[in-house]
């Protein structure tokens, strides 16, 4: 046995002991030794991993990943002779699921890569497979920011989440939230939209009774609710100028002081920040600091729009579907699907919820289809089809109005809003169909 033998026997036996899930590899793929750890979480019970090569495991691919248009980390260890750390969606036996895989080469005393010792982790953050809450994706998109967050989380490094809206940047920040090793603490959302000078104050920082007029009593501040957890800034951009230097002197210092109070109170809390609006513009047009820009946007995170997660969207539909059914079980057929890949959806992940959630209120029997879809949507830019004569769809758009007409209890305006339509479209169509 040579001394390489030896390193690689010894390793092996080292492994067993611990409780991370972790393999050994040689160059050609092949699974040396799997741990009990891996074969608990990544092995059903009768498979024998030992002798198989990586990317059949962990893929079911028939070549190396690289070659199926995954990055390889052993392709890269084996270059630069250096750890290298990749997220992959795996197959185990609970189906897809998001790894966290941290490969290191072994070398022999002439510096040659003999082997190779793969960590592995489930990522709980999101999930591969349709779920009724939190993140799902899969494409090489969602993936690469559910990487970087994956990196950032067990830090304390200030998050920039920046992400056209409806991309889900609160989702993001709680599941960097719940990675973090302050999942225990609070999440606590301020929403800086809409908020003036004053009352942007008075609910980070809270104030004393008295403070103003209407403070009848002491009110607690979100920073100092957020102590010991994450204090998530949506939409920071719409801070107010005046404001965003009391924001600095907290997140640098973190002391503040109540509206109306002169005691000095410390927070404790991880700062994530996000907005739709470019940053370093305003920064150069004078409508947010500087310095508050590099101190937020220490590790930016790039949310991807939905039209770039094009391998996403039947899992999305499908969670969707699932959130806002209600009791019936919904589903698209084919041709609804395909009618939905080919938008562009401006309105990213909450413009395809509105969607589905107007539809549903269509499918009767539970499967939703091109008619239920709205009108707007298939006609509109995008599409990828022409306008459709209105002979051809005005006998299921009157009974699918007829039927929205009789089962929903609000107002015109509000039903207009639940249908995706503008109030004057929704008349127009309505008159057009007698049912005005």
């Known amino acids: 046995m040579t001394m390489a033998d030896t390193r690689v026997q010894a390793l092996v036996s080292y492994l067993e002991h611990e409780a991370t899930p972790m393999i050994v590899l040689d160059t050609d793929y092949n699974i040396l030794a799997a741990n009990t750890a891996y074969q608990r979480q990544f092995a059903t ?5 030992r ?23 052993m392709k890269q260890a084996l270059a630069s002779r250096a750890p290298d750390r990749v997220l992959h969606v795996h197959h185990t036996p609970r189906g897809p699921e998001h790894v966290d895989v941290e490969l290191r080469p072994i070398l022999d005393e002439a510096g040659e890569v003999i082997a190779y010792v793969e960590r592995l982790g489930s990522v709980a953050a999101a999930s591969a497979q349709p779920r009724e809450d939190g993140l799902v994706g899969r494409s090489d998109a969602f993936n690469a920011a559910l990487s970087a967050l994956q990196r950032a989380a067990p830090s304390q490094v200030p998050v920039l989440l920046q992400g056209e809206s409806g991309t889900g940047k609160e989702l993001f920040a709680r599941a960097l939230h719940q990675a973090s090793p302050r999942a225990r603490g609070s999440l606590v959302v301020v929403d800086c939209t809409g908020l003036s000078e004053t009352l942007f104050e008075s609910e980070l920082f809270g104030h004393e009774r008295g403070a103003f007029t ?22 920071i951009g719409d801070v107010p100028l005046p404001m965003q230097v009391k924001l600095l002197r907290l997140i640098e210092s973190g002391t503040f002081r109540r509206v109306g109070g002169i005691e000095t109170l410390r927070a404790d809390f991880r700062l994530v920040s996000a907005t739709h609006k470019p940053l370093k513009a305003m920064v150069e047009a004078g409508s947010f600091r500087q310095d508050l820009y590099y101190r937020i946007s220490a590790f930016p995170v790039q949310l991807p729009p939905l039209r770039e997660r094009g391998d996403d969207l ?16 919904l589903r698209l057929d084919d041709e609804a699907l395909a009618t939905l890949r080919r938008h562009n959806w401006p309105g990213n992940v909450r413009e395809l919820r509105n969607v589905l959630e107007r539809a549903r209120l269509f499918a009767d029997d539970g499967v939703i289809r091109v008619r239920d879809l709205p009108p707007d949507l298939l006609d509109g830019p995008g599409s990828g ?28 305006a509000a039903l207009a809003a639940e249908l995706g339509l503008s109030e004057r479209t929704l008349y127009r169509r309505l008159k057009a169909f007698g049912l005005a």
């Open 214 to 235: 209407g403070a009848m009593q002491r009110k607690i501040g979100l920073a100092e609710t957020a102590h010991g957890g994450t204090l998530f800034l949506d939409e």
């Open 45 to 49: 019970p009768r498979q024998q991993v």
């Open 314 to 329: 039947a899992l999305l539909v499908q969670s969707l579907l699932r959130r806002v059914g209600g009791s019936t079980p």
């Open 51 to 73: 002798g198989q090569k990586c990317f059949r495991v962990s893929h079911q691919y028939s070549v190396p990943c690289d070659q199926a248009g995954e990055h390889c980390p």
């Open 385 to 412: 089809r022409a306008p459709l004569p209105l002979r051809r769809r005005s006998v299921d758009e009157k009974a699918a109005l007829s039927h929205a007409l009789a089962t929903f209890d609000g107002t015109r």
